[in-house]
Protein backbone atom coordinates (compact mmCIF):
# COMPACT_ATOMS: atom_id res chain seq x y z
CA UNK A 1 0.00 0.00 0.00
CA UNK A 2 1.23 3.73 -1.01
CA UNK A 3 1.91 5.95 1.48
CA UNK A 4 -0.87 8.02 -0.53
CA UNK A 5 -3.43 5.03 -0.42
CA UNK A 6 -2.57 4.56 3.08
CA UNK A 7 -4.04 8.27 3.71
CA UNK A 8 -6.95 7.96 1.80
CA UNK A 9 -8.35 5.13 3.67
CA UNK A 10 -7.24 6.63 7.25
CA UNK A 11 -9.35 9.37 6.52
CA UNK A 12 -12.45 7.49 5.14
CA UNK A 13 -11.85 5.29 8.46
CA UNK A 14 -11.96 8.06 10.62
CA UNK A 15 -14.79 9.58 9.04
CA UNK A 16 -17.07 6.85 9.13
CA UNK A 17 -16.04 6.24 12.70
CA UNK A 18 -16.74 9.59 13.38
CA UNK A 19 -20.10 8.96 12.01
CA UNK A 20 -20.82 5.68 13.64
CA UNK A 21 -20.10 7.46 17.24
CA UNK A 22 -22.42 10.06 16.55
CA UNK A 23 -24.95 8.32 15.08
CA UNK A 24 -24.70 5.33 17.12
CA UNK A 25 -24.50 6.89 20.43
CA UNK A 26 -27.65 9.15 19.66
CA UNK A 27 -29.55 5.97 19.27
CA UNK A 28 -28.15 4.59 21.99
CA UNK A 29 -28.82 7.82 23.99
CA UNK A 30 -32.58 7.09 22.69
CA UNK A 31 -33.34 3.78 23.32
CA UNK A 32 -31.41 3.72 26.84
CA UNK A 33 -33.50 6.74 27.72
CA UNK A 34 -36.82 5.64 26.46
CA UNK A 35 -36.10 2.27 28.65
CA UNK A 36 -35.51 4.41 31.65
CA UNK A 37 -38.17 6.57 31.54
CA UNK A 38 -40.62 4.01 30.76
CA UNK A 39 -39.61 2.26 33.80
CA UNK A 40 -39.02 5.16 36.29
CA UNK A 41 -42.36 7.18 35.70
CA UNK A 42 -43.52 10.30 34.28
CA UNK A 43 -41.68 12.15 36.84
CA UNK A 44 -37.95 11.63 36.16
CA UNK A 45 -38.61 12.62 32.46
CA UNK A 46 -34.68 12.83 31.75
CA UNK A 47 -34.49 12.84 28.20
CA UNK A 48 -36.13 15.70 26.46
CA UNK A 49 -37.14 16.11 22.65
CA UNK A 50 -37.52 19.65 21.17
CA UNK A 51 -37.45 21.08 18.05
CA UNK A 52 -38.24 24.08 15.36
CA UNK A 53 -39.43 24.09 11.87
CA UNK A 54 -39.91 27.79 10.04
CA UNK A 55 -40.67 28.67 6.33
CA UNK A 56 -39.26 31.92 5.62
CA UNK A 57 -39.83 34.15 2.24
CA UNK A 58 -37.36 36.48 0.89
CA UNK A 59 -37.94 39.58 -1.73
CA UNK A 60 -35.50 41.40 -2.95
CA UNK A 61 -37.38 42.67 -6.20
CA UNK A 62 -36.22 45.97 -8.20
CA UNK A 63 -32.38 44.96 -7.64
CA UNK A 64 -30.34 41.82 -9.39
CA UNK A 65 -29.07 40.88 -5.46
CA UNK A 66 -30.61 37.14 -4.59
CA UNK A 67 -30.53 36.07 -0.94
CA UNK A 68 -31.36 32.64 0.05
CA UNK A 69 -32.32 31.64 -3.87
CA UNK A 70 -33.83 33.45 -6.73
CA UNK A 71 -35.47 36.35 -4.54
CA UNK A 72 -35.04 39.35 -7.48
CA UNK A 73 -36.93 37.49 -10.00
CA UNK A 74 -41.09 36.29 -10.08
CA UNK A 75 -42.55 36.27 -6.72
CA UNK A 76 -39.04 36.18 -4.50
CA UNK A 77 -37.92 33.03 -2.85
CA UNK A 78 -39.81 30.61 -0.68
CA UNK A 79 -36.06 28.89 -0.49
CA UNK A 80 -35.50 29.50 3.34
CA UNK A 81 -36.55 26.80 5.41
CA UNK A 82 -35.20 25.73 8.78
CA UNK A 83 -36.00 22.26 10.66
CA UNK A 84 -33.93 20.98 13.83
CA UNK A 85 -35.21 18.49 16.02
CA UNK A 86 -32.49 17.97 19.23
CA UNK A 87 -32.34 15.26 21.98
CA UNK A 88 -30.30 15.30 25.76
CA UNK A 89 -30.62 13.49 27.96
CA UNK A 90 -29.35 13.66 31.25
CA UNK A 91 -28.92 10.59 33.41
CA UNK A 92 -26.60 11.89 36.05
CA UNK A 93 -26.79 15.69 37.82
CA UNK A 94 -23.25 16.14 36.02
CA UNK A 95 -23.81 14.16 32.81
CA UNK A 96 -25.77 15.38 29.77
CA UNK A 97 -25.67 14.04 25.99
CA UNK A 98 -26.82 16.03 23.35
CA UNK A 99 -27.63 16.01 20.06
CA UNK A 100 -29.18 18.30 17.13
CA UNK A 101 -29.94 17.21 13.66
CA UNK A 102 -30.28 19.97 11.11
CA UNK A 103 -32.20 20.48 7.53
CA UNK A 104 -31.39 24.22 6.50
CA UNK A 105 -32.28 25.20 2.86
CA UNK A 106 -30.86 28.83 2.27
CA UNK A 107 -30.57 29.05 -1.81
CA UNK A 108 -27.25 27.56 -2.71
CA UNK A 109 -25.64 28.09 0.31
CA UNK A 110 -27.50 25.73 2.36
CA UNK A 111 -29.03 22.60 0.74
CA UNK A 112 -31.76 20.78 2.72
CA UNK A 113 -29.69 17.61 3.38
CA UNK A 114 -29.50 16.42 7.34
CA UNK A 115 -26.21 16.91 8.69
CA UNK A 116 -25.57 16.65 12.61
CA UNK A 117 -25.66 20.21 13.84
CA UNK A 118 -24.17 19.56 17.24
CA UNK A 119 -23.80 15.95 18.96
CA UNK A 120 -21.56 15.68 22.48
CA UNK A 121 -21.18 14.07 25.72
CA UNK A 122 -20.85 17.07 28.76
CA UNK A 123 -19.20 15.98 32.15
CA UNK A 124 -19.26 18.24 35.13
CA UNK A 125 -16.22 17.85 37.03
CA UNK A 126 -16.71 19.69 39.79
CA UNK A 127 -19.41 21.64 41.21
CA UNK A 128 -20.56 23.81 44.20
CA UNK A 129 -23.26 25.70 44.53
CA UNK A 130 -21.96 28.77 42.99
CA UNK A 131 -19.13 27.39 40.72
CA UNK A 132 -18.72 24.58 37.95
CA UNK A 133 -15.88 23.24 35.82
CA UNK A 134 -16.56 20.55 32.61
CA UNK A 135 -15.44 19.22 29.42
CA UNK A 136 -17.65 18.57 26.27
CA UNK A 137 -16.31 16.18 24.26
CA UNK A 138 -17.53 15.65 20.40
CA UNK A 139 -19.44 18.19 18.18
CA UNK A 140 -20.57 21.70 19.83
CA UNK A 141 -21.69 24.78 18.49
CA UNK A 142 -18.79 27.20 18.33
CA UNK A 143 -19.32 30.12 21.15
CA UNK A 144 -19.18 33.18 19.35
CA UNK A 145 -20.88 36.55 20.41
CA UNK A 146 -24.23 36.29 21.24
CA UNK A 147 -25.72 34.59 18.76
CA UNK A 148 -23.60 32.11 17.18
CA UNK A 149 -25.05 29.21 19.68
CA UNK A 150 -28.07 29.18 18.51
CA UNK A 151 -28.21 31.38 15.18
CA UNK A 152 -30.55 28.81 13.55
CA UNK A 153 -33.04 28.58 15.51
CA UNK A 154 -36.18 31.45 14.63
CA UNK A 155 -36.91 32.13 18.06
CA UNK A 156 -33.51 33.21 19.43
CA UNK A 157 -32.22 35.57 17.20
CA UNK A 158 -33.42 38.98 16.61
CA UNK A 159 -34.66 39.31 13.24
CA UNK A 160 -35.05 36.66 10.70
CA UNK A 161 -31.58 37.26 9.38
CA UNK A 162 -29.14 37.72 12.05
CA UNK A 163 -27.11 41.05 11.47
CA UNK A 164 -24.73 39.55 8.71
CA UNK A 165 -21.59 41.84 9.10
CA UNK A 166 -20.60 39.49 12.01
CA UNK A 167 -23.00 36.04 11.54
CA UNK A 168 -22.76 36.20 7.82
CA UNK A 169 -24.59 33.57 6.20
CA UNK A 170 -22.33 33.22 3.20
CA UNK A 171 -19.51 31.52 5.10
CA UNK A 172 -21.26 30.26 7.79
CA UNK A 173 -20.32 26.27 8.38
CA UNK A 174 -16.78 27.38 9.53
CA UNK A 175 -17.83 29.47 12.09
CA UNK A 176 -21.02 27.24 12.73
CA UNK A 177 -19.56 24.27 14.88
CA UNK A 178 -16.33 22.39 15.36
CA UNK A 179 -15.22 19.09 16.57
CA UNK A 180 -13.09 18.36 19.41
CA UNK A 181 -12.91 19.38 23.29
CA UNK A 182 -14.42 22.53 24.82
CA UNK A 183 -13.64 23.18 28.38
CA UNK A 184 -16.17 25.36 30.71
CA UNK A 185 -16.26 27.19 33.99
CA UNK A 186 -18.79 29.33 35.31
CA UNK A 187 -19.36 31.42 38.41
CA UNK A 188 -22.61 32.77 39.94
CA UNK A 189 -21.88 35.24 42.82
CA UNK A 190 -23.64 38.63 43.91
CA UNK A 191 -22.19 40.55 41.63
CA UNK A 192 -22.73 38.53 38.76
CA UNK A 193 -22.60 35.58 36.69
CA UNK A 194 -19.10 34.58 34.66
CA UNK A 195 -19.33 32.09 32.06
CA UNK A 196 -16.10 30.99 30.03
CA UNK A 197 -15.52 28.49 27.42
CA UNK A 198 -12.59 27.06 25.62
CA UNK A 199 -12.23 25.01 22.71
CA UNK A 200 -9.51 22.75 21.22
CA UNK A 201 -11.16 21.82 18.07
CA UNK A 202 -11.33 21.09 14.02
CA UNK A 203 -13.53 23.30 12.23
CA UNK A 204 -15.88 21.67 9.15
CA UNK A 205 -14.54 22.92 5.96
CA UNK A 206 -15.94 20.27 3.78
CA UNK A 207 -18.50 22.17 1.85
CA UNK A 208 -18.91 24.39 -1.43
CA UNK A 209 -20.12 27.60 0.48
CA UNK A 210 -16.67 27.15 2.21
CA UNK A 211 -14.41 26.76 -0.56
CA UNK A 212 -16.08 29.34 -2.50
CA UNK A 213 -15.33 31.99 0.65
CA UNK A 214 -11.62 30.87 0.59
CA UNK A 215 -10.64 29.96 -2.78
CA UNK A 216 -13.16 32.03 -4.49
CA UNK A 217 -15.05 29.34 -6.36
CA UNK A 218 -14.22 25.35 -6.81
CA UNK A 219 -11.35 23.94 -6.97
CA UNK A 220 -10.00 21.04 -7.99
CA UNK A 221 -8.10 20.22 -4.53
CA UNK A 222 -10.46 20.33 -1.46
CA UNK A 223 -9.66 22.36 1.94
CA UNK A 224 -8.55 20.17 5.08
CA UNK A 225 -9.44 21.23 8.65
CA UNK A 226 -6.75 21.95 11.11
CA UNK A 227 -6.54 22.40 14.94
CA UNK A 228 -7.91 25.48 15.56
CA UNK A 229 -8.73 27.11 18.71
CA UNK A 230 -12.15 29.28 19.97
CA UNK A 231 -13.13 30.86 23.28
CA UNK A 232 -15.75 33.47 25.11
CA UNK A 233 -15.96 35.04 27.78
CA UNK A 234 -19.59 36.27 29.28
CA UNK A 235 -20.82 38.38 32.12
CA UNK A 236 -23.66 38.54 33.37
CA UNK A 237 -25.04 40.50 35.65
CA UNK A 238 -28.17 41.20 37.80
CA UNK A 239 -29.44 37.94 36.02
CA UNK A 240 -29.22 39.27 32.30
CA UNK A 241 -30.13 42.61 33.06
CA UNK A 242 -26.28 43.39 31.73
CA UNK A 243 -24.13 41.14 29.67
CA UNK A 244 -20.74 41.74 28.33
CA UNK A 245 -19.04 39.40 25.76
CA UNK A 246 -15.83 38.82 24.37
CA UNK A 247 -15.32 35.99 22.11
CA UNK A 248 -12.65 34.86 19.78
CA UNK A 249 -11.06 32.37 17.68
CA UNK A 250 -8.11 31.30 15.39
CA UNK A 251 -9.95 29.09 13.10
CA UNK A 252 -7.09 26.77 10.38
CA UNK A 253 -7.56 25.41 7.55
CA UNK A 254 -5.13 23.15 5.10
CA UNK A 255 -5.43 22.04 0.77
CA UNK A 256 -5.31 19.12 -0.81
CA UNK A 257 -3.94 19.60 -4.20
CA UNK A 258 -5.15 17.25 -6.88
CA UNK A 259 -1.73 16.79 -8.24
CA UNK A 260 -2.61 14.11 -10.48
CA UNK A 261 -4.90 16.86 -12.07
CA UNK A 262 -2.55 19.54 -12.33
CA UNK A 263 -4.52 21.36 -9.67
CA UNK A 264 -2.43 24.79 -10.59
CA UNK A 265 -3.06 25.35 -6.41
CA UNK A 266 0.00 24.70 -4.01
CA UNK A 267 -0.22 21.88 -1.49
CA UNK A 268 1.23 24.33 1.10
CA UNK A 269 -1.68 26.46 0.54
CA UNK A 270 -3.09 27.63 4.02
CA UNK A 271 -6.11 29.83 5.35
CA UNK A 272 -6.30 31.36 9.06
CA UNK A 273 -9.23 33.47 10.20
CA UNK A 274 -8.78 35.08 13.61
CA UNK A 275 -12.16 37.07 14.80
CA UNK A 276 -12.15 38.88 17.87
CA UNK A 277 -16.08 40.11 18.86
CA UNK A 278 -16.88 42.51 21.78
CA UNK A 279 -20.65 42.05 22.64
CA UNK A 280 -22.28 43.83 25.27
CA UNK A 281 -26.31 44.27 25.90
CA UNK A 282 -28.88 45.68 28.54
CA UNK A 283 -32.31 44.79 29.07
CA UNK A 284 -35.14 45.97 30.74
CA UNK A 285 -38.79 45.02 30.57
CA UNK A 286 -39.48 47.05 27.54
CA UNK A 287 -36.20 47.49 25.94
CA UNK A 288 -33.28 45.69 24.71
CA UNK A 289 -30.13 46.94 23.43
CA UNK A 290 -27.09 45.57 22.03
CA UNK A 291 -24.25 45.93 19.82
CA UNK A 292 -21.49 43.80 18.87
CA UNK A 293 -17.89 44.98 17.29
CA UNK A 294 -15.53 42.51 15.30
CA UNK A 295 -12.22 42.58 14.08
CA UNK A 296 -11.62 39.67 11.70
CA UNK A 297 -8.19 39.13 10.17
CA UNK A 298 -7.78 36.92 7.32
CA UNK A 299 -4.80 35.39 6.14
CA UNK A 300 -4.38 33.45 3.23
CA UNK A 301 -1.07 32.14 1.77
CA UNK A 302 1.30 29.84 -0.54
CA UNK A 303 -1.35 29.07 -2.97
CA UNK A 304 1.24 30.06 -5.27
CA UNK A 305 1.10 32.43 -8.64
CA UNK A 306 -2.76 30.99 -9.06
CA UNK A 307 -4.91 32.27 -5.96
CA UNK A 308 -2.99 35.62 -4.52
CA UNK A 309 -2.02 36.38 -1.12
CA UNK A 310 -4.07 37.83 1.04
CA UNK A 311 -3.55 39.43 4.34
CA UNK A 312 -6.59 42.14 5.72
CA UNK A 313 -8.54 42.72 8.14
CA UNK A 314 -12.47 43.35 8.26
CA UNK A 315 -14.21 44.94 10.63
CA UNK A 316 -18.19 45.03 11.49
CA UNK A 317 -20.30 46.24 14.18
CA UNK A 318 -23.99 47.00 14.52
CA UNK A 319 -26.59 48.93 16.92
CA UNK A 320 -29.85 47.44 17.79
CA UNK A 321 -32.47 48.41 20.17
CA UNK A 322 -35.92 45.91 20.67
CA UNK A 323 -38.99 47.61 21.94
CA UNK A 324 -41.45 45.19 23.49
CA UNK A 325 -45.34 46.67 22.83
CA UNK A 326 -46.93 43.51 25.11
CA UNK A 327 -45.20 40.36 25.90
CA UNK A 328 -46.87 38.98 21.96
CA UNK A 329 -45.62 42.07 20.60
CA UNK A 330 -42.19 43.48 19.89
CA UNK A 331 -40.09 45.66 17.29
CA UNK A 332 -36.31 45.61 16.20
CA UNK A 333 -34.51 48.25 14.53
CA UNK A 334 -31.01 48.04 13.60
CA UNK A 335 -27.90 49.68 11.97
CA UNK A 336 -25.21 47.00 10.40
CA UNK A 337 -21.61 47.48 9.36
CA UNK A 338 -19.35 45.34 7.34
CA UNK A 339 -15.98 46.32 5.63
CA UNK A 340 -13.97 43.80 3.95
CA UNK A 341 -11.03 45.68 4.73
CA UNK A 342 -10.76 48.33 7.57
CA UNK A 343 -7.66 50.09 5.39
CA UNK A 344 -9.63 49.99 2.69
CA UNK A 345 -13.15 50.79 3.50
CA UNK A 346 -14.71 52.71 0.09
CA UNK A 347 -13.32 49.22 -1.19
CA UNK A 348 -11.35 52.07 -3.56
CA UNK A 349 -8.31 50.38 -3.33
CA UNK A 350 -9.54 47.13 -4.56
CA UNK A 351 -11.05 48.15 -7.00
CA UNK A 352 -7.97 50.23 -8.64
CA UNK A 353 -6.01 46.94 -8.39
CA UNK A 354 -8.94 44.96 -10.20
CA UNK A 355 -8.95 47.52 -12.81
CA UNK A 356 -5.19 47.19 -13.36
CA UNK A 357 -4.49 43.83 -12.90
CA UNK A 358 -7.75 42.49 -15.23
CA UNK A 359 -9.64 45.51 -16.60
CA UNK A 360 -12.07 42.66 -18.36
CA UNK A 361 -13.04 41.73 -15.19
CA UNK A 362 -13.87 45.30 -13.09
CA UNK A 363 -17.68 44.60 -13.46
CA UNK A 364 -17.33 41.64 -11.91
CA UNK A 365 -15.74 43.03 -8.45
CA UNK A 366 -17.05 46.75 -7.83
CA UNK A 367 -15.82 48.59 -4.52
CA UNK A 368 -19.06 48.67 -3.51
CA UNK A 369 -18.75 44.67 -3.02
CA UNK A 370 -15.97 45.65 0.09
CA UNK A 371 -18.83 46.84 2.43
CA UNK A 372 -22.70 46.32 3.63
CA UNK A 373 -24.17 48.96 5.67
CA UNK A 374 -27.81 47.43 6.07
CA UNK A 375 -30.56 49.05 8.14
CA UNK A 376 -33.24 47.18 9.21
CA UNK A 377 -37.19 47.48 10.44
CA UNK A 378 -38.73 44.66 12.13
CA UNK A 379 -41.95 43.13 13.82
CA UNK A 380 -42.56 40.21 15.43
CA UNK A 381 -45.34 38.10 16.92
CA UNK A 382 -45.26 35.80 19.20
CA UNK A 383 -48.93 34.14 18.26
CA UNK A 384 -48.03 31.52 21.01
CA UNK A 385 -45.24 30.61 23.17
CA UNK A 386 -44.97 28.30 20.27
CA UNK A 387 -45.56 30.07 17.48
CA UNK A 388 -43.74 33.45 16.09
CA UNK A 389 -44.86 34.94 12.87
CA UNK A 390 -41.98 38.00 11.40
CA UNK A 391 -41.99 40.27 8.62
CA UNK A 392 -38.82 42.87 8.60
CA UNK A 393 -37.20 45.36 6.20
CA UNK A 394 -33.89 45.69 4.99
CA UNK A 395 -32.18 49.06 3.41
CA UNK A 396 -28.70 48.04 1.90
CA UNK A 397 -25.92 49.81 0.97
CA UNK A 398 -23.39 47.68 -0.76
CA UNK A 399 -23.15 43.92 -1.35
CA UNK A 400 -20.28 42.63 0.92
CA UNK A 401 -21.95 39.92 2.77
CA UNK A 402 -23.85 39.15 -0.21
CA UNK A 403 -23.76 35.12 -1.11
CA UNK A 404 -21.15 34.44 -4.06
CA UNK A 405 -22.99 31.23 -4.40
CA UNK A 406 -26.67 32.99 -5.32
CA UNK A 407 -25.02 35.21 -7.41
CA UNK A 408 -22.92 33.99 -9.81
CA UNK A 409 -22.36 35.60 -13.12
CA UNK A 410 -25.09 33.13 -15.80
CA UNK A 411 -22.49 33.01 -18.59
CA UNK A 412 -19.19 33.09 -16.49
CA UNK A 413 -20.63 31.12 -13.12
CA UNK A 414 -16.96 31.36 -11.85
CA UNK A 415 -16.86 35.00 -11.33
CA UNK A 416 -19.67 37.18 -9.61
CA UNK A 417 -22.77 38.71 -11.15
CA UNK A 418 -23.55 42.23 -11.75
CA UNK A 419 -25.44 43.44 -8.81
CA UNK A 420 -26.70 46.72 -7.27
CA UNK A 421 -24.91 49.12 -5.07
CA UNK A 422 -28.57 50.46 -3.21
CA UNK A 423 -31.19 47.49 -2.71
CA UNK A 424 -33.75 46.67 -0.34
CA UNK A 425 -34.79 43.25 1.02
CA UNK A 426 -37.94 42.34 2.62
CA UNK A 427 -38.49 38.78 4.36
CA UNK A 428 -41.52 37.19 6.85
CA UNK A 429 -40.83 34.08 8.37
CA UNK A 430 -43.23 31.77 10.15
CA UNK A 431 -42.19 29.51 12.71
CA UNK A 432 -42.85 26.50 15.33
CA UNK A 433 -40.85 24.98 18.04
CA UNK A 434 -41.74 22.21 20.56
CA UNK B 1 -46.99 50.20 -9.20
CA UNK B 2 -47.08 46.54 -8.50
CA UNK B 3 -44.51 46.75 -5.49
CA UNK B 4 -45.62 49.83 -3.96
CA UNK B 5 -49.72 47.72 -3.72
CA UNK B 6 -47.83 44.87 -2.28
CA UNK B 7 -46.16 46.95 0.25
CA UNK B 8 -49.49 48.35 1.25
CA UNK B 9 -51.11 45.27 1.65
CA UNK B 10 -48.33 43.64 4.01
CA UNK B 11 -48.81 46.76 5.87
CA UNK B 12 -52.51 46.22 6.26
CA UNK B 13 -51.48 42.62 7.32
CA UNK B 14 -49.05 43.49 9.70
CA UNK B 15 -51.86 46.08 11.34
CA UNK B 16 -54.43 43.82 11.32
CA UNK B 17 -52.28 41.41 13.44
CA UNK B 18 -51.24 44.35 16.05
CA UNK B 19 -54.90 44.91 16.75
CA UNK B 20 -55.42 41.60 17.45
CA UNK B 21 -52.13 40.83 19.25
CA UNK B 22 -52.97 43.92 21.59
CA UNK B 23 -56.71 42.93 22.19
CA UNK B 24 -55.11 39.74 23.54
CA UNK B 25 -52.92 41.43 26.01
CA UNK B 26 -55.75 43.39 27.03
CA UNK B 27 -58.14 40.31 27.80
CA UNK B 28 -55.24 38.74 29.97
CA UNK B 29 -54.97 41.63 32.34
CA UNK B 30 -54.07 40.17 35.78
CA UNK B 31 -55.69 39.81 39.41
CA UNK B 32 -52.66 40.69 41.74
CA UNK B 33 -51.99 37.81 44.42
CA UNK B 34 -49.17 37.23 45.75
CA UNK B 35 -46.99 33.90 44.77
CA UNK B 36 -44.50 32.16 47.00
CA UNK B 37 -41.55 29.46 45.63
CA UNK B 38 -42.37 26.03 46.64
CA UNK B 39 -40.26 22.89 46.58
CA UNK B 40 -40.63 19.13 47.27
CA UNK B 41 -41.01 18.59 51.35
CA UNK B 42 -37.61 16.31 51.12
CA UNK B 43 -35.56 19.27 50.14
CA UNK B 44 -35.30 20.11 53.50
CA UNK B 45 -34.03 23.92 53.17
CA UNK B 46 -36.32 27.01 53.91
CA UNK B 47 -33.98 29.97 52.65
CA UNK B 48 -32.18 30.56 49.61
CA UNK B 49 -30.83 33.41 47.77
CA UNK B 50 -32.05 35.53 45.41
CA UNK B 51 -28.67 34.78 43.19
CA UNK B 52 -29.05 30.75 44.00
CA UNK B 53 -32.71 30.81 42.92
CA UNK B 54 -31.73 32.26 39.47
CA UNK B 55 -29.43 29.61 38.95
CA UNK B 56 -32.12 27.16 39.62
CA UNK B 57 -34.73 29.25 37.30
CA UNK B 58 -32.19 29.91 34.71
CA UNK B 59 -31.30 25.41 34.59
CA UNK B 60 -27.72 26.07 35.72
CA UNK B 61 -27.93 25.12 39.68
CA UNK B 62 -28.62 21.68 38.95
CA UNK B 63 -28.47 19.86 42.33
CA UNK B 64 -29.79 20.92 45.84
CA UNK B 65 -26.92 21.24 48.39
CA UNK B 66 -27.36 17.61 49.99
CA UNK B 67 -27.14 16.35 46.74
CA UNK B 68 -30.57 15.56 45.12
CA UNK B 69 -31.27 16.63 41.69
CA UNK B 70 -33.16 20.03 41.13
CA UNK B 71 -36.55 19.25 39.22
CA UNK B 72 -37.70 23.10 37.80
CA UNK B 73 -41.63 23.11 37.39
CA UNK B 74 -43.09 26.20 35.35
CA UNK B 75 -46.33 27.67 33.79
CA UNK B 76 -46.07 28.74 30.35
CA UNK B 77 -44.53 31.72 29.03
CA UNK B 78 -47.80 33.45 28.67
CA UNK B 79 -49.16 32.44 32.52
CA UNK B 80 -49.83 36.02 34.58
CA UNK B 81 -48.55 34.11 38.06
CA UNK B 82 -45.50 32.90 35.64
CA UNK B 83 -44.52 36.92 34.98
CA UNK B 84 -45.52 37.84 38.58
CA UNK B 85 -42.98 34.94 39.68
CA UNK B 86 -39.92 36.11 37.21
CA UNK B 87 -40.14 39.86 38.23
CA UNK B 88 -41.38 39.67 42.35
CA UNK B 89 -38.78 36.51 42.80
CA UNK B 90 -36.07 36.60 40.16
CA UNK B 91 -36.21 40.23 39.82
CA UNK B 92 -36.00 39.41 35.44
CA UNK B 93 -38.60 39.29 33.01
CA UNK B 94 -39.82 36.11 31.75
CA UNK B 95 -38.72 37.16 28.24
CA UNK B 96 -34.72 36.19 29.62
CA UNK B 97 -35.88 33.75 30.79
CA UNK B 98 -37.19 32.60 28.17
CA UNK B 99 -33.78 33.21 25.78
CA UNK B 100 -31.56 31.67 28.71
CA UNK B 101 -33.55 28.30 28.49
CA UNK B 102 -33.51 28.34 24.43
CA UNK B 103 -29.65 29.22 24.63
CA UNK B 104 -28.96 25.39 26.43
CA UNK B 105 -31.82 23.96 25.08
CA UNK B 106 -30.73 24.61 20.95
CA UNK B 107 -26.66 24.61 21.76
CA UNK B 108 -27.14 20.94 23.83
CA UNK B 109 -25.33 22.90 26.69
CA UNK B 110 -28.35 22.22 29.06
CA UNK B 111 -32.04 20.91 29.74
CA UNK B 112 -35.90 23.30 29.95
CA UNK B 113 -37.82 22.95 32.96
CA UNK B 114 -40.76 21.13 32.84
CA UNK B 115 -44.00 22.45 32.14
CA UNK B 116 -47.39 22.68 34.03
CA UNK B 117 -50.45 23.85 32.79
CA UNK B 118 -52.70 24.73 35.92
CA UNK B 119 -51.56 25.67 38.96
CA UNK B 120 -53.61 22.06 40.56
CA UNK B 121 -51.01 20.77 38.26
CA UNK B 122 -47.89 22.68 39.24
CA UNK B 123 -49.32 21.19 43.25
CA UNK B 124 -49.47 17.93 42.16
CA UNK B 125 -46.23 17.22 40.27
CA UNK B 126 -44.07 19.18 43.05
CA UNK B 127 -45.62 17.37 45.36
CA UNK B 128 -45.03 14.35 44.46
CA UNK B 129 -41.62 14.98 43.04
CA UNK B 130 -38.23 14.77 45.10
CA UNK B 131 -36.01 17.49 44.63
CA UNK B 132 -39.08 19.46 42.74
CA UNK B 133 -39.11 23.48 42.80
CA UNK B 134 -41.87 25.57 41.43
CA UNK B 135 -44.46 28.76 42.21
CA UNK B 136 -48.25 29.11 43.36
CA UNK B 137 -50.20 31.70 44.54
CA UNK B 138 -49.85 32.01 47.91
CA UNK B 139 -53.59 30.81 48.95
CA UNK B 140 -53.21 27.72 46.67
CA UNK B 141 -50.70 26.35 48.97
CA UNK B 142 -51.36 23.55 51.36
CA UNK B 143 -48.95 21.21 53.15
CA UNK B 144 -48.19 18.67 50.41
CA UNK B 145 -45.31 21.58 49.78
CA UNK B 146 -43.37 23.76 51.70
CA UNK B 147 -42.73 27.29 50.82
CA UNK B 148 -39.20 28.84 50.24
CA UNK B 149 -38.14 31.67 51.67
CA UNK B 150 -35.69 34.75 49.74
CA UNK B 151 -33.54 35.21 52.59
Known amino acids: ?45 ILQIHGFLSQGYVNTLGSNNDVFGDSSRGRGSFDFREIGVNASYRPLTNLQFSG ?161 LNDPLNEAGSFQFTPIIFSAQYNTERWSFTSEYALRHIMRKDFGSALGKVDTTGESFYFQGIYRFSPSWEAVLRYDVYFADRSDRDGSDFFAHIQQAAPQLAKHYPAYSRYAKDLTVGLRWNVTPSIMLRAEYHHVNGTGWLSQLDNRHPVRPDFPAFTDRHWNLFAFQASYRF | MVARFVDHWWCCILLLLILIGLSHDINSAETS ?48 LHNQFAKEKLNIFPYQLRSAWDRLIFSGTGQAPFLVNSEEEMRARVASTPGAIGYLKRVNIDDSVQILHIE
Open chain 1, 1 to 45: MTVSKFFILNKLLTHNVRLFLLWGGAVWIVMHASLVNASEGKNLN
Open chain 1, 100 to 260: QLLSRQAGEDSKGGIRVDYGFVDYTAFTTETRELGIRLGRTKNPLGLYNDTRDVPFTRPSILLPQSIYFDRTRNLGLASDGAQFYGESREEWGDITVQFGVVFPQVGDRATEWAILNRDRLGHLTTRLSYIGRMIYERDGGRIRLGISGAQVNVGYDSAAS
Open chain 2, 33 to 80: QSVETIIHPAVNIHHISRNSLRGIFGMRQRAWPNGLPIRVFVLPDDAQ
